[in-house]
């Protein structure tokens, strides 16, 4: 009689939303059982998450994974979860974000891919999760029906009273990278604006009140950060019901992880945080904000940059002083290490993780040392050195050597290269000042936080990332490097030292694999490269970072070689994060509001073009040799859609000598062919290029258009005079009628979407013959579909609605704009012959249009034609 007492009571307001979602979550609850209790942790950043997710973690009967929908990465306390199947696939942040349903139901296994529980007598599973890794559209139904609505999903509510300390603890943390473990700097001080300020205050209160709302009160557990701050009261009063709420030993007592440390000083004065207290205290004076309840004199602070100024009007001739940052190592190929937890007992695994909670973050970028070396690979490694020092001695004055100092890395068991007798080689062989320091070994195969950690050493004006085999070619490097940076100071009117120089590396043309950074970026940032680097993305980051002010170039006179990374196989496991979106997002912030205080005017646009088509290399060339008349880093890459090898080859041979021609003469200037032996569709070459793609900008191109020479000037003016639109769309031009039939097609119009830029201002769709859209780094979900034709027909619109479902949902009108000036010449099909197939493929594929977008679909009476037909 209760299931029908509750459908009585619930159906009593059948208007009432809240009512029939408690009425639907009840009727779920009854079908469905689970062998361990699922939750989640509801929260925001900065709101003592860290500190909970560690109780929860140390208890013996709850595997507690971390944030496994970050953007950046998925991080789990428990790497063997991840690994889909014992083949070496394994989940991430794209395939988890493209099927996040999937990836749910693989977590609420809580076992490996052999079938194994992560941890044996588990009662319970859970996860830790902000409102930020949801922002997907279409991730927020997923989120919604199987979190939210989920009536056996257990919800663990945490949140902060105090709103402006989450928010100065977000800035902080954002400023420093310290998320955990360290201390702010006493001395940082923050700048808040009212207006921003005022929108997380209204985003955070929603989060709590509506957003993280369950339809059952009953399976929601509420922590305030001020009751878990006090252990004792918590321990005492809270953790028992909490254990009880997750179904697991309620005589646990609370256990922490040793790095989860406070970060600010306890009861510290806000007002001396913040520079302009006294405005924001005037601004939410008279609000529910509790943080302002009496006015405070604020304390004015300067946020300059010391060392800049003296540096701007610096010419060629001043004296430049070098740090060579050089991690050496003897081993050729690095293996992938053991889970730290994988055979570990229960009692074991909390021990390794207090000391680190992220420790198998990079397992697959940590080795096992072997206990062998071979007398030939000593031989090979010393070599290399030798020519490393001998190259640098060539290409280096005796002045500047004497200006020079190398920064030496050497793992700390290092058979090779690790000891005094060793370091007394060293000395001798490098024609430079030397300091050595030693790799421990949490950081062996992670060359990006080697980097990190030599670069904090550095003491000198300009830092160069190098490796131990590398053979530098070109006399006075350092001078022509030197010229540039003042160039670019010159040219942009930015702080001397605020730029990146790439050498040239004829190992991997056009990739900035080897930068140069002056000592004002370690000064800005606080270190070389962001924590979260490993061993991958970490050049590639630093180029595009300053390529956004227009302050990254390459001295193509330079020239290196990488005699065995480049872009063949690394002397370690790569480990790639998601750099390009949230990290450079953040950093770019920073750079642009506090370091720079200017706009970012480079333009990063990459064309992408798929090709099919054989013997068309003039097109090909044509597109290839487009060109903005202001400063554009462009990239382009062909991504070749044929198996046929002489197609192949005879579109290498022209990227080799397109880039022979343009690389050496511009600099940011590189085409990239990129081919996988099938025909797998317009779709999924075009996916491939967008995805490999960091630009702001991709401009789809088909390979039978032929670009007018204004094309790339015309999107670049549309970028300015339209800041707030995602695609842009070109006009492509038909040919004039020639017979009966194309005649035919221009008077029933089925071409008018080729040229709708001529019409619309904001066209519902263009097509990806001539279409430029925002970069995947802003948007990486979305993707073309592998559900249209292979030789196209619908994609185009089903990107298009994507885009305007994404940013609407963010409140952005005018996200596709029509850019009339943006001209391209394309044929006939078949030359202008009778070509039936081209059309059909076109209906089939915008049919599909009608299952994939069903809400865009309405019914109504044929027309007086289609009744006749």
Known sequence: MTGIADLYLLARNPNSKEAWARLSALLKLKKTRYDCTRFVVLSWKRTGSNLLCGILFNHPEIVMHNELFNPIDIFTYYQRI??????????????????????????????????????????????????????????????????????????????????????????RAERTGYYMTLSYPKDLKIQVEPAAFQIFVNNYRDTFRRRYKSPLERNMFRISYEQLVKEETFEKDILPLLWDFLGVDNRQPLRKLRETVKQATPDEDLSMVIENWAELEFCFRHTDVNAFPARRNPAMFCNKLAGTNDEREA?????????????????????????????????????????????????SSQYNATSEEDSGNSVRCWENLSAFAESLKKTSSPETL?????????????????????????????????????????????????????????????VILLGDDIVLKDECWQSKVFAKFHDIARRTKLPFGAAC??????????????????????????????????????????????????????????????????DGEARYKKYEISWSGQILRLNLMHMRRDYLKAPETGVCLDIVVPSYRTNNTEILEAILRL????????????????????????????????????????????????????NKGASFARNLGYNYSTADWTLFLDDDVRPDDHLLDAYVGAIRRYPNAKVFV???????????????????????????SKHLTFPPWGVTAN??????????????????????????????????????????????????GATAQHPWWK???????????????????ITQWPEKCFWCFPNWIEFIC
């Open 82 to 171: 991840l690994w889909r199947n014992e083949d070496g696939d394994r989940w991430n942040t794209l395939g988890r974000d493209l099927y996040p349903e999937a990836f749910l139901e693989h977590l609420w296994t809580g076992k490996d891919v052999s079938g194994c529980p992560i941890k044996e007598g588990t009662k319970s599973i859970g996860f830790k999760s902000f409102p930020d890794h949801w922002w997907e559209p279409q991730n927020d139904e997923i989120f919604q029906e199987k979190i939210i609505d989920d009536p056996a999903l257990k919800k663990v509510i945490l949140y902060r009273e105090d709103e402006l300390a989450v928010y100065i603890s977000m800035k």
């Open 771 to 820: 279409l430029m859209v925002r970069g995947s780094r802003h948007n990486g979900t979305i993707q073309f579909k592998g559900a249209y034709p292979k030789t196209g027909g619908g994609e185009d619109i089903d990107l298009c609605f994507q885009f305007k479902r994404w940013y609407r949902r963010q409140k952005i009108e005018g996200v596709i704009v029509g850019v009339e």
């Open 831 to 849: 030359g202008g012959d009778v070509c039936y197939d081209q059309i059909n493929g076109w209906a089939w594929g915008d049919s599909l249009c």
């Open 627 to 678: 060109k903005c008349s202001v400063p554009v880093y462009t990239k382009f890459w062909i991504v070749v859609d044929n198996p046929n090898e002489t197609h192949v080859r005879d579109v290498k041979g022209l990227a080799e000598r397109v880039n022979a021609e343009r690389f050496v003469v511009e600099g940011n200037y590189h085409v990239t062919v990129l081919h996988y032996g099938d």
């Open 402 to 462: 004497a200006r020079t100092e190398c920064l030496v890395g050497i793992d700390v068991d290092d058979n090779v290269f690790h000891g005094e007798a060793s370091r007394s080689r060293i000395r001798e062989m490098i024609p430079c000042s030397v300091r050595f320091f030693d790799i421990q070994q949490r950081m062996y195969g992670k060359v990006c936080k080697i980097w990190n950690y030599l670069g904090m050493q550095a003491q000198n004006d300009f």
């Open 501 to 566: 120089v790439a050498l040239n590396d004829e190992s991997f043309p056009g990739f900035p694999t080897f930068p140069v950074v002056h000592r004002w970026h370690i000064r800005a940032f606080g270190s070389l490269l962001p924590r979260q680097f490993v061993n991958q993305g970490g050049d590639p980051y630093l180029f595009e970072l300053y390529s956004r002010f227009n302050a990254a170039a390459f001295v193509t006179d330079c020239r290196l070689e990488n005699t065995i990374g480049g």
């Open 730 to 756: 070109g006009n492509t031009e038909l040919p004039l009628a020639t017979n009966t039939w194309t005649k035919m097609l221009r008077s029933c119009n089925i071409m008018f979407f080729y040229g709708i």
């Open 315 to 363: 010419g060629p001739g001043f004296r430049n002083s070098w740090s060579i940052l050089l991690p050496i190592c003897s081993r050729t190929k690095r293996t992938t290490a053991t889970a730290v937890m994988s055979d570990k007992a229960n009692s074991e695994m909390a021990n390794q993780f207090n000391s680190n909670r992220l420790n198998d973050l990079a397992v």
